[in-house]
């Protein structure tokens, strides 16, 4: 069995408020959970009203399928409207 982790800061420009911060946040986290068998929470940075650190774990039997779901994932959050990937870091 494997683990993989994700760790992708993300900046929501247009976020005035952290009710609007979490508005987007639930979101993608809503949207990445129905298309991909993840689990996701923000993990950091929950009193910026306009950057969040949001964690992503999948487990696998192969580390070639984790690293293809979860570059997959850091596609999706890039073409996102509203929120832009600053950095995000992979794990296997």
Do not use: W
């Not at 991909?36 to 929470?41: D, L, Q, R």
């Amino acid at each position: 069995m494997l683990i993989g982790t994700l760790r992708m800061h993300l900046m929501i420009p247009e976020s005035r408020s952290l009710k609007e911060k979490r508005q987007v946040i639930s979101s993608i986290k809503d949207r990445l959970r129905n298309h991909f068998n993840i689990s996701i929470a923000e993990v950091d940075a929950q009193d910026h009203r306009q950057l969040a650190v949001l964690g992503v774990a999948m487990v696998s039997n192969e580390s070639v399928h984790l690293r293809k779901a979860l570059s997959q994932v850091v596609e999706f959050v890039r073409c996102h409207p509203v929120a832009q990937l600053l950095d995000y870091q992979l794990e296997v």
